[in-house]
């Protein structure tokens, strides 16, 4: 790791509160006292931050976390740093939400430095490296918050005009777990509205206040593209190093689509693994909070510290933290070898299964993607394990059923949105008598709903309605619930936890690489859903899964999709770790 000096001094304001230019400026020569050091000291934690994973699997936050633990740098001088790379790329990227932090809380600076400044004022009180470690494991490290996930001082717009102005009294479950834990919220990343898509170009506020730069949120590897969805800005605030983790929720795969599209590392963990306490719910038996990293490791620190019951929300897994902290949690799995195979093959006796629906031959998967499978395959047999395909007829089944459960929840959990609960941006009536221009209380809703509701929430009300409906529940909703249960029967019997061979299943994580942006044929909604197929399953199972970057296809990344056991994100994140260092993509966009 580079050596890091301790103190970078403050500078002016921009955008978002900084100085442009100020840590990454390019001229050395000034004639005031200490600039030169300065600058030369904000070049070396750039590099720490911002550069290539190193050999040893350390990804940004670890970095961080370690900076300030080890070698003294502040937590406010880490937050500056991001904040300037979210100036130099935002107008490129759109990865967060503009105008974000409520309104008389001060600039986003203001608040991200207040935070940061928090953290130090613990950290001063603390000798040694192991005493800070223990009080703030993640000290340092930089977390964007998706737009659907309540933080404290920001706005939380689902991506929606429904909720532009709305601003939650305290803080998600996870997002108060991470920032107890010393991480520092640095923006709201744009989403699909309501987590409804898979592009991330749906968002409310994308539709307006635009000044020059991106329209809508771009791929940091080729800004022609789109970073997937709904949790794209997340996926490409982590890629671009604009923030060292971010927080993203999985409902059929919009945290590892994105991932795989942005080249990072996204994990959905098990069904109720994770609080989902202060999430704006879309299908609440199938969302999940999910981890974004740079690598395996980070997204393990990040699961140490959000995982876990909690009574504030009734779907929580009553089950203690496996294992404790105190042993080194997830992130010592993560990191496991096998006792007879060694640093060599540390993944010895591991039991692979390839599911052969995922790998059709026919046009539906991209030449590309399968030959990230293949090699995945391969390294995965070079570190040890036993790699065979395996089969899953019920594969098919899961697209439908899945969309079916999902509009069926929507059209319940949407109803709220009627314009008179949360406040939101409309257009005020004309007066009269009833207080809604002339209007009756249902013609106002009837109005609300369809001006403060995207098309596609309006599409997936109307869909789940009609499932629900009296004569079509039957037909519909429980043939898509049984359907359901015999995706996850047989998921679980082809792993060692159910009675079959496999410790862990691979797919790819999406049958295609980044779409274009703006791409005509995704316009047809059918088309867009058909993106889901390798990813729903998943999460009508109700199992953990991490999508981890395993090539390249013509210039962006492609990643592959390792399936675990109910409660074994331990064992999925081995398999993720040691992939990643095995291939060595060291993926960094080229920004």
Same mark, same amino acid.
């Not at 159910?498 to 980044?514: F, I, K, N, R």
């Given at each position: 790791?580079?050596?890091?000096?301790?103190?970078?001094?403050?500078?002016?304001?921009?955008?978002?509160? &900084?100085?442009?230019?100020?840590?990454? #400026?390019?001229?050395?020569?000034?004639?005031?006292?200490?600039?030169?050091?300065?600058?030369?000291?904000?070049?070396?934690?750039?590099?720490?931050?911002?550069?290539?994973?190193?050999?040893?699997?350390?990804?940004?936050?670890?970095?961080?976390? +370690?900076?300030?633990?080890?070698?003294?740098?502040?937590?406010?001088?880490?937050?500056?740093?991001?904040?300037?790379?979210?100036?130099?790329?935002?107008?490129?990227?759109? !990865?967060?939400?503009?105008?974000?932090?409520?309104?008389? +809380?001060?600039?986003?600076?203001?608040?991200?430095?207040?935070?940061?400044?928090?953290?130090?004022?613990?950290?001063?009180?603390?000798? =040694?490296?192991?005493?800070?470690?223990?009080?703030?494991?993640?000290?340092?490290?930089?977390?964007?918050?998706?737009?659907? &996930?309540?933080?404290?001082?920001?706005?939380?717009?689902?991506?929606?005009?429904?909720?532009?102005?709305?601003?939650? *009294?305290?803080?998600?479950?996870?997002?108060?777990?991470?920032?107890?834990?010393?991480?520092?919220?640095?923006?709201?990343?744009? #989403?699909?509205?309501?987590?409804?898509?898979?592009?991330?170009?749906?968002?409310?506020?994308?539709?307006?206040?635009?000044?020059?730069?991106?329209? =809508?949120?771009?791929?940091?590897?080729?800004?022609?593209?789109?970073?997937?969805?709904?949790?794209?800005?997340?996926?490409?605030?982590?890629?671009?190093?604009?923030?060292?983790?971010?927080?993203?929720?999985?409902?059929?795969?919009?945290?590892?689509? *994105?991932?795989?599209?942005?080249?990072?590392?996204?994990?959905?963990?098990?069904?109720?693994?994770?609080?989902?306490?202060?999430? &704006?719910?879309?299908?609440?038996?199938?969302?999940?909070?999910?981890?974004?990293?740079?690598?395996?490791?980070?997204?393990?620190?990040?699961?140490?510290?959000?995982?876990?019951?909690?009574?504030?929300?009734?779907?929580?897994?009553?089950?203690?933290?496996? *294992?404790?902290?105190?042993?080194?949690?997830?992130? +010592?799995?993560?990191?496991?070898?096998?006792?007879?195979?060694?640093?060599?093959?540390?993944?010895?006796?591991?039991?692979?299964?390839?599911?052969?629906? =995922?790998?059709?031959?026919?046009?539906?998967?991209?030449?590309?993607?399968?030959?990230?499978?293949?090699?995945?395959?391969?390294?995965?047999?070079?570190?040890?394990?036993?790699?065979?395909?395996?089969?899953? *007829?019920?594969?098919?089944?899961?697209?439908?059923?899945?969309?079916?459960?999902?509009?069926? $929840?929507?059209? !319940?959990?949407? !109803?709220?949105?009627?314009?008179?609960?949360?406040?939101?941006?409309?257009?005020?009536?004309?007066?009269?008598?009833?207080?809604?221009?002339?209007?009756?209380?249902?013609?106002?809703?009837?109005?609300?709903?369809?001006?403060?509701?995207?098309?596609?929430?309006?599409?997936? &009300?109307?869909?789940? =309605?009609?499932?629900?409906?009296?004569?079509?529940?039957?037909?519909?909703?429980?043939?898509?619930?049984?359907?359901?249960?015999?995706?996850?029967?047989?998921?679980?019997?082809?792993?060692?936890?159910?009675?079959?061979?496999?410790?862990?299943?691979?797919?790819?994580?999406?049958?295609?690489?980044?779409?274009?942006?703006?791409?005509?044929?995704?316009?047809?909604?059918?088309?867009?859903?058909?993106?889901?197929?390798?990813?729903?399953?998943?999460?009508?199972?109700?199992?953990?899964?991490?999508?981890?970057?395993?090539?390249? !296809?013509?210039?962006?990344?492609?990643?592959?999709?390792?399936?675990?056991?109910?409660?074994?994100?331990?064992?999925?994140?081995?398999?993720?770790?040691?992939? $990643?260092?095995?291939?060595?993509?060291?993926?960094?966009?080229?920004?």
């Amino acid at each position: 790791m580079v050596p890091v000096k301790k103190s970078i001094a403050a500078a002016g304001t921009g955008r978002y509160g &900084i100085r442009p230019g100020f840590l990454f #400026c390019r001229t050395t020569q000034r004639k005031h006292d200490g600039y030169a050091t300065r600058t030369q000291a904000a070049r070396d934690l750039e590099h720490a931050l911002f550069g290539p994973v190193g050999t040893d699997g350390d990804g940004p936050a670890q970095v961080a976390a +370690r900076l300030v633990h080890e070698q003294g740098v502040s937590c406010e001088d880490i937050a500056r740093a991001h904040l300037n790379r979210m100036e130099m790329l935002e107008p490129k990227l759109r !990865s967060f939400l503009p105008n974000s932090v409520v309104q008389g +809380r001060g600039t986003l600076a203001d608040v991200v430095l207040e935070e940061a400044r928090g953290h130090d004022r613990t950290l001063a009180k603390l000798v =040694t490296a192991e005493e800070r470690r223990r009080a703030l494991p993640l000290a340092g490290v930089t977390l964007g918050v998706k737009d659907n &996930i309540c933080a404290a001082g920001f706005r939380a717009t689902a991506g929606s005009l429904a909720l532009s102005r709305y601003a939650p *009294p305290r803080d998600a479950t996870v997002v108060d777990n991470l920032r107890r834990a010393g991480c520092v919220v640095v923006g709201k990343t744009l #989403c699909d509205e309501f987590g409804m898509g898979s592009t991330t170009e749906s968002s409310a506020s994308q539709l307006k206040d635009v000044v020059g730069g991106a329209a =809508t949120t771009r791929n940091p590897w080729d800004l022609s593209r789109v970073p997937g969805g709904s949790s794209g800005g997340s996926a490409a605030a982590v890629s671009s190093r604009q923030c060292a983790l971010a927080l993203g929720t999985d409902t059929g795969g919009s945290v590892r689509q *994105p991932a795989s599209f942005c080249g990072v590392v996204g994990l959905k963990p098990t069904y109720g693994r994770v609080s989902r306490f202060g999430l &704006i719910a879309y299908a609440s038996s199938l969302d999940v909070p999910g981890c974004f990293g740079s690598t395996a490791q980070d997204c393990a620190r990040m699961l140490d510290v959000i995982a876990g019951p909690d009574p504030a929300d009734s779907s929580s897994a009553a089950l203690p933290h496996p *294992p404790p902290l105190s042993e080194g949690g997830y992130e +010592r799995l993560c990191r496991q070898v096998s006792g007879e195979g060694g640093d060599a093959k540390p993944l010895l006796g591991l039991k692979v299964g390839l599911v052969r629906e =995922t790998l059709r031959r026919d046009g539906t998967v991209e030449e590309g993607v399968l030959g990230a499978v293949d090699a995945a395959s391969e390294a995965l047999r070079g570190l040890g394990c036993e790699v065979k395909e395996v089969s899953l *007829p019920a594969f098919d089944l899961s697209l439908p059923a899945y969309y079916v459960t999902a509009v069926s $929840e929507a059209s !319940s959990n949407l !109803s709220r949105y009627d314009g008179l609960r949360y406040p939101a941006e409309v257009e005020a009536g004309e007066g009269g008598d009833e207080g809604f221009g002339g209007r009756s209380l249902m013609a106002q809703i009837a109005s609300s709903r369809g001006s403060l509701l995207g098309d596609e929430p309006l599409r997936r &009300i109307l869909m789940g =309605t009609y499932t629900l409906s009296e004569g079509y529940g039957d037909a519909l909703y429980k043939r898509a619930q049984v359907a359901r249960k015999r995706v996850q029967q047989e998921m679980l019997a082809r792993m060692v936890a159910g009675g079959g061979e496999c410790d862990v299943l691979l797919t790819p994580t999406a049958p295609t690489t980044a779409y274009a942006c703006g791409d005509k044929e995704l316009q047809d909604p059918l088309q867009m859903y058909l993106g889901d197929v390798m990813t729903v399953g998943v999460n009508l199972a109700g199992f953990p899964a991490v999508s981890v970057p395993a090539g390249m !296809s013509l210039g962006l990344p492609v990643g592959v999709q390792v399936i675990g056991a109910p409660f074994e994100e331990g064992a999925i994140l081995n398999v993720a770790h040691h992939l $990643e260092r095995s291939l060595g993509l060291n993926l960094l966009p080229p920004l």
